[in-house]
């Protein structure tokens, strides 16, 4: 008796997954904006200056970075070089989504504004390019829009707020990047992968600046990835 194979979903019904999923994260990741706000505010930076961050950095990560080391009283040197070592990862999502997306002129400029962690996930998440793009772009273009917004809150209203940990909104984020992630741990290579990366991460950040344990896991990521080419086995 033949195996019924479960049917293959239509191309409509694809993109409307596509939408769903590029809109959940977008509004989970760009909720988190608020304690952004809250927080460069209560470091002393204006609310201009927060804005400036958000629209012009918006790199997440980087943000919460710069702004740790003003609080901290650092230098603006110091600040903006720890920044930019976390934002180093934008530029290698970069390699991977150019040759999804293959935009030039003002596309390729904005297509690198909205190069993130999320737009990243759900684009190279998808089987087809066509849903691809769509994922990067209503991705990226949903979190920078609901993370300026957001941004504008919190630095208005900081101080009502109080802890932007007690709603939650931290765990929101990262629950959503968790589910892009989850479904690609099928194999044993990539569990073993994540695995492994989580582990660094966890022995790396009671020792490193915030955003540091994530470029110290990726790199592992890398070689643990690239080790069974090396003995020779499959990739």
Do not use: C
């Not at 950040?205 to 990521?221: D, E, N, R």
């Amino acid at each position: 008796m033949a195996t019924r194979r479960a049917p293959v979903p239509e191309p409509v019904d694809r993109r409307r997954l596509v939408i769903r999923q590029a809109l959940s994260v977008g509004v989970a990741t760009g909720a988190y904006g608020v304690s952004f706000g809250a927080l460069s505010v209560a470091a002393g930076l204006s609310l201009w200056q927060t804005m400036a961050l958000s629209l012009l950095l918006f790199s997440g990560g980087s943000q919460f970075a710069l702004v740790g080391v003003v609080a901290a009283g650092g230098t603006g040197v110091a600040a903006v070089l720890t920044s930019s070592l976390l934002g180093v990862r934008n530029g290698l999502y970069g390699l991977q989504v150019s040759r999804l997306l293959d935009v030039r002129g003002w596309r390729r400029a904005a297509a690198a504004q909205v190069t993130i962690d999320e737009s990243t996930a759900v684009a190279i998440g998808q089987e087809q390019r066509r849903e691809s793009r769509l994922g990067f772009w209503l991705t990226g273009l949903s979190v920078f829009v609901l993370w300026n917004l957001m941004t504008l809150v919190g630095g208005v209203i900081g101080d009502l707020l109080g802890d932007p940990k007690r709603w939650g909104l931290d765990a929101a984020a990262a629950a959503a990047f968790l589910a892009l992630l989850w479904p690609r741990l099928k194999a044993r290579e990539a569990q073993a992968v994540g695995v492994s990366a989580a582990l660094v991460a966890l022995l790396v950040a009671p020792h490193a600046p915030a955003g540091v344990p994530v470029l110290v896991a990726a790199l592992a990521a890398v070689v643990v990835g690239l080790w069974p080419r090396a003995k020779g086995g499959r990739r």
